[in-house]
T-cell receptor
Framework: KAGVTQTPRYLIKTRGQQVTLSCSPISGHRSVSWYQQTPGQGLQFLFEYFSETQRNKGNFPGRFSGRQFSNSRSEMNVSTLELGDSALYLC??????????????FGPGTRLTVT | AQTVTQSQPEMSVQEAETVTLSCTYDTSESDYYLFWYKQPPSRQMILVIRQEAYKQQNATENRFSVNFQKAAKSFSLKISDSQLGDAAMYFCAYRSSDRDDKIIFGKGTRLHILP
């Protein structure tokens, strides 16, 4: 079974631009979570989607948004990029059985650099 | 709100020796899941081991085992016969039995293996 895939793997953007990152979960996984990882702040939860609905949201400004499609693939968007948005963005998918979620399986991440 | 604390930002261990990484958590719930994740340098985060709170027996996966002390809210990871490939950032994580709750990660412990 293929793992979680994220595209693109690396991205360089300029302040003020917007960016869209994509995540394809493991086949059969219906929950997708997004995290921002930086050396200073560690792993910070952005949001989780389940069956195309946002189920949880972290403490990030409204510039960070996401969505999930009917095939469980998910995208996250960051508008009006700031230098502080430079980070590794991780996507994780979870197998859900009857709505209950177990451990998460992570993708390789997208390294975003904002200049 | 639940919290996860990893009090050791960095640790070192000699190759072939045993090391224990600490994790404590705070929760008022009785049913939950605990995880240890490993993130090698520039590589994907992977699940190392998982523990269900209702199980008294400590989980074991080859050289990795946990010491789960529910009353003390402690969940340490023991790595036996440390190998160079064990060098990584290790994250402790908690997930409540509430299916709508997100996974909470600690800030991580960076483990160095000394040859």
């Amino acid at each position: 079974k293929a793992g979680v895939t994220q595209t693109p793997r690396y991205l360089i953007k300029t302040r003020g631009q917007q960016v869209t990152l994509s995540c394809s979960p493991i086949s059969g996984h219906r929950s997708v979570s997004w995290y921002q990882q930086t050396p200073g702040q560690g792993l910070q939860f952005l949001f989780e989607y389940f069956s195309e609905t946002q189920r949880n949201k972290g403490n990030f400004p409204g510039r960070f948004s996401g969505r999930q499609f009917s095939n469980s693939r998910s995208e996250m968007n960051v508008s009006t990029l700031e230098l502080g948005d430079s980070a590794l963005y991780l996507c994780a998918s979870t197998l859900t059985t009857g709505g209950w979620s177990y451990e998460q399986y992570f993708g390789p991440g997208t390294r975003l650099t904002v200049t | 709100a639940q919290t996860v604390t990893q009090s050791q930002p960095e640790m070192s261990v000699q190759e072939a020796e045993t090391v224990t990484l600490s994790c404590t958590y705070d929760t008022s719930e009785s049913d939950y899941y605990l995880f240890w994740y490993k993130q090698p340098p520039s590589r994907q985060m992977i699940l190392v081991i998982r523990q269900e709170a209702y199980k008294q027996q400590n989980a074991t996966e080859n050289r990795f085992s946990v010491n789960f002390q529910k009353a003390a809210k402690s969940f340490s990871l023991k790595i036996s016969d440390s190998q160079l490939g064990d060098a990584a950032m290790y994250f402790c994580a908690y997930r409540s039995s509430d299916r709508d709750d997100k996974i909470i990660f600690g800030k991580g412990t960076r483990l160095h293996i000394l040859p």
